[in-house]
């Protein structure tokens, strides 16, 4: 309530996310604009949410009314003391706290510069894996991390990354399985590692792929390598990420270690249940229920918002980037590409047709070589074509050096056969020429939630 000359009510709108009534999902609030005449909820305006459609069901039987009559000034009692007290004891007490904090923060440092406190100290251990190799003494600084070596990304904070704060593998507790195959410029192999208690885990190894030896590679590859290794841990653990274990870069050829996803590659899922539409045969459809398709892009939203919030740009971001783990839950993969993986032969690559990636590119990013988090946000909205087409190939009709003018022009792939209203403004918000325009991975994480909870409670 608000006092002014003239009272007005100021609402506030409940947004229930289950369907006509039923469903436990979660609540999201949302800005009404009341202009204190109307007489229901439903009169006010409201904005879209992330600008992205909002059903607007009448499941909230809230009345908005205009304030009427005089405010007056309550008695004095010891109610409104104790009131009174805890409104100053307790900010004294958060500054109390917050300046004990800061103390601690600057006592840490100044040990740090006199040599008395080292962070290898409180190295977090991933699963069982010890973090240093056997070969390697205890405390040392494994030397493919020494900064003389290699150079942080731009997009870490060196000063935020210990140089040894992740896990060093042994060799001999890895086993080399059957090639499964090339991802830049990389190679993947199926593996068996052997934790430290003696079980047997399945497992994904990368390493370098090079023409004349593909377990060597050059000087500049291993250095990627390595920085991709400083990225991934840069991450941290999240379930829609695949899970890295830790990498082998002593005595011998890189090797990344990763979690193996049981159910292999999204993108060949989604074209093992791929066919053709049934009243246009050139267009393809997938086969998957509504429900499959909307966890699967939630959860790759969840990763892509935590890589976002890490200030991680991903660059590469497709359905041949997401793999499927247990239960079918999709996990961001190949992060760690994000990386130089496009080089000076980038626009060589686009003018010949080469570099097919550039499909999922943004505008700015084929003009010029402009990646962001919200360039990866126009690639989800790709992704979320290749699920409804059951993994097609983006802009079948134009080639890859016809593709920026087109877009420039204002050309946008139509709605897909069977694709719904909803998801086809999802991608083409994702789509919008100016970066600042399409939503954020927070926000698309909310509207896929939201849908993803309407038709399951339906």
Not at 96 to 114: E, H, K, N, S, T
Request: glycine content about 6%; hydrophobic content about 30%; charged content about 25%.
């Amino acid at each position: 309530m608000q006092r002014t000359g003239s009272p007005r009510s100021r609402c506030r709108h409940i947004v229930y996310c289950g369907a006509f009534g039923k469903g436990t999902g979660p609540v999201w609030m949302s800005d009404l604009n009341c202009q204190g005449h109307e007489e229901s909820l439903w009169e006010c305006s409201w904005p879209r949410i992330a600008g992205i459609y909002w059903d607007h069901d009448n499941d909230a039987g809230v009345v908005c009314r205009p304030f009427s009559g005089s405010f007056t000034n309550a008695p004095s009692t010891e109610k409104s003391s104790l009131i009174s007290a805890l409104e100053i004891g307790l900010p004294v007490a958060a500054g109390v706290i917050i300046l004990l904090l800061v103390f601690a923060f600057y006592f840490r440092c100044y040990r740090r510069d006199r040599g008395e406190y080292d962070p290898r100290r409180e190295l977090v251990h991933m699963g069982e894996v010890s973090p240093v190799s056997p070969s390697t003494d205890t405390g040392q600084i494994n030397p493919a991390f020494q900064k003389s070596k290699f150079s942080y990304p731009d997009q870490l904070d060196s000063e935020s990354n210990n140089e040894t704060d992740w896990c060093e593998i042994s060799r001999e507790r890895l086993t080399f399985g059957e090639r499964i195959g090339t991802e830049c410029d990389g190679v993947t192999f199926h593996g068996k590692l052997c934790r430290e208690n003696g079980n047997i885990e399945n497992c994904i190894v990368k390493t370098i792929k090079d023409s004349n030896n593909e377990e060597s590679g050059s000087s500049d590859d291993q250095n990627d390598l390595l920085t991709e290794i400083k990225i991934l841990n840069s991450l941290g653990s999240h379930p829609n990420i695949l899970n890295f274990f830790g990498a082998c870069t002593l005595k011998g050829p890189t090797y990344l270690i990763f979690e193996e996803a049981e159910h292999g590659n999204l993108l060949d899922y989604l074209q093992q249940n791929q066919k053709n539409d049934e009243t246009n045969y050139s267009q393809k459809v997938c086969t998957l229920s509504k429900v499959e398709k909307l966890r699967i892009a939630l959860d790759v939203s969840k990763g892509m918002k935590h890589i976002a919030e890490r200030k991680c740009i991903h660059k590469d971001l497709a359905a041949r980037s997401i793999r499927l783990g247990k239960n079918s839950v999709a996990k961001v993969t190949n992060i760690g590409s994000s990386r130089d993986i496009y080089d000076r032969t980038f626009y060589e690559d686009i003018s010949t047709g080469k570099l097919s990636a550039a499909k999922w590119m943004a505008p700015e990013t084929l003009e010029s070589m402009n990646f962001s988090s919200e360039s990866d946000v126009w690639s989800f909205g790709i992704l979320l074509w290749e699920m409804e087409t059951g993994g097609d190939v983006p802009y079948p009709e134009i080639e890859a050096k016809d593709l920026l003018q087109s877009l420039k022009s204002g050309h946008r792939m139509d709605k897909p056969a069977m694709s719904s209203d909803v998801i086809y403004e999802v991608m083409t918000k994702c789509w919008q020429s100016s970066a600042n325009e399409r939503p954020k991975f927070s926000e698309l994480c909310m509207v896929l939630d939201t849908l993803v909870t309407r038709e399951t409670t339906c």
